[in-house]
Each structure stands twice: as C-alpha cells, then as structure tokens.
C-alpha cells in the first residue's frame, strides 16, 4: 500500500480526533480541512479502497464514502449491461 501522498495531508499534527467526530453533522471542521488539502482525491480512493470505517476521509464521512461506493456500483453494472 503506497501512502506517500500522507507526507502532504493538510491534516499532519492536527489533533486525529477533528477527523473523528461523533456525528456526520459534526464534521464539518474535518470536511473544510480536507477541502484544502492537496491529496484529498488520494486519501479518498485510499480509505474507499481499504474500506475506511470510522472517520473523514478525503472530506468524505463514512456515509459519504458508501454513497459513492455503491454509486460506482451502479455504474459499473450499467456500463457492464450496456456493453453487454
Ligand atoms: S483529505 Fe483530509 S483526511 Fe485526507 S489527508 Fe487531506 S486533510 Fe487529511
């Protein structure tokens, strides 16, 4: 697993639990950090990959992250049924 974009996170020396929060509401401090951050596509495709299950990852919560998990999903079957 190749996790050398980490040496960019925007989030190095922050307090972790800024990442953590409770509630999906309770992100936002998290998602604003992220937003800056220059390997936020990086840290996304890293924790979907790994299936990240607590935490904000590339400004996605874990709710977020399914979202797009099973929208890529959805896609993947279309193009598979389109082409087939
Ligand atoms: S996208 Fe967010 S969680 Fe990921 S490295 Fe950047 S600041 Fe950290």
Known sequence: MDIAWAEEAACRGLDPMIFYPSTDEEAEQAKEICAGCP?????????????EHNGVWGGATERERQRIIRRRRRQ???ARASAG
């Open 39 to 51: 390997v936020q596509t990086a840290c996304l495709e890293h924790a979907i990959d790994e299936r």
């Open 76 to 78: 993947r079957a279309l």
